[in-house]
T-cell receptor, first 115, second 114 residues
Framework: GENVEQHPSTLSVQEGDSAVIKCTYS??????FPWYKQELGKGPQLIID?????GEKKDQRIAVTLNKTAKHFSLHITETQPEDSAVYFC??????????????FGSGTQLTVLP | ETGVTQTPRHLVMGMTNKKSLKCEQH?????MYWYKQSAKKPLELMFV???????ENNSVPSRFSPECPNSSHLFLHLHTLQPEDSALYLC?????????????FGPGTRLTVT
């Protein structure tokens, strides 16, 4: 099955600096890669995703890059703000037996933005 | 809010109790999921339902029993749980394949087994 590795497990940055979180996956059939942000006491919230037919996607301060050959993808947050502090999860997705998508998650990165 | 609600938000139960977790989605999606989130471990997919039919059971012990009466509601029935089952249980929903990939999560039920 799919295996997703995520690094680093914790990341502290100064407000205004950039943060980068990296993930690798093992199943070459995976073709959808979402990123989730989870704040304390809440469920994961989708913040950006990328599909295998593109190499980069950007949404304001957040960008994701995908290298299918190397099977890795990264989340980039620029101009970080204290409200960006949360746990971030990457995931890789394939279609399951009944056509519903199955997500395999990384172990998460605790991002702390220091004021 | 994501359009996925879960009740209760917190649950404490003994190992001999029987309880149920409820999930409801208001997004018109056709697929629903149960995940288990334990401390310092990745989210683990437990069950997948697509159009009310269970399509995946990721080797989950039989003390967890899912039920999906319709595409909007999903239950997880719990009985004779173990302390290691204490975790955050998350429900998610998505449109079916070909329509959309995104999964939307509820806030979770924090379960403590004593």
């Amino acid at each position: 099955g799919e295996n997703v590795e995520q690094h680093p497990s914790t990341l502290s940055v100064q407000e205004g600096d950039s943060a980068v979180i990296k993930c690798t996956y093992s199943d070459s059939a995976s073709n959808y890669f979402p990123w989730y942000k989870q704040e304390l006491g809440k469920g994961p919230q989708l913040i950006i995703d990328i599909r295998s037919n593109v190499g980069e996607k950007k949404d304001q301060r957040i960008a994701v890059t995908l290298n299918k050959t190397a099977k890795h993808f990264s989340l980039h947050i620029t101009e970080t703000q204290p409200e960006d502090s949360a746990v971030y999860f990457c995931a890789a997705s394939r279609v399951g037996a009944g056509s519903a998508r199955q997500l395999t998650f990384g172990s998460g990165t605790q991002l702390t933005v220091l004021p | 809010e994501t359009g996925v609600t879960q009740t209760p938000r917190h649950l404490v139960m003994g190992m001999t109790n029987k309880k149920s977790l409820k999930c409801e989605q208001h997004l018109g999606h056709n697929a629903m999921y149960w995940y288990k989130q334990s401390a310092k471990k990745p989210l683990e997919l437990m069950f997948v339902y697509n159009f009310k039919e269970q399509t995946e059971n990721n080797s989950v012990p039989s003390r967890f029993s899912p039920e999906c009466p319709n595409s909007s509601h999903l239950f997880l029935h719990l009985h004779t749980l173990q302390p290691e089952d204490s975790a955050l249980y998350l429900c998610a929903s998505s449109q079916d394949e070909g329509q959309g990939y995104e999964q939307y999560f509820g806030p979770g039920t924090r379960l403590t087994v004593t």
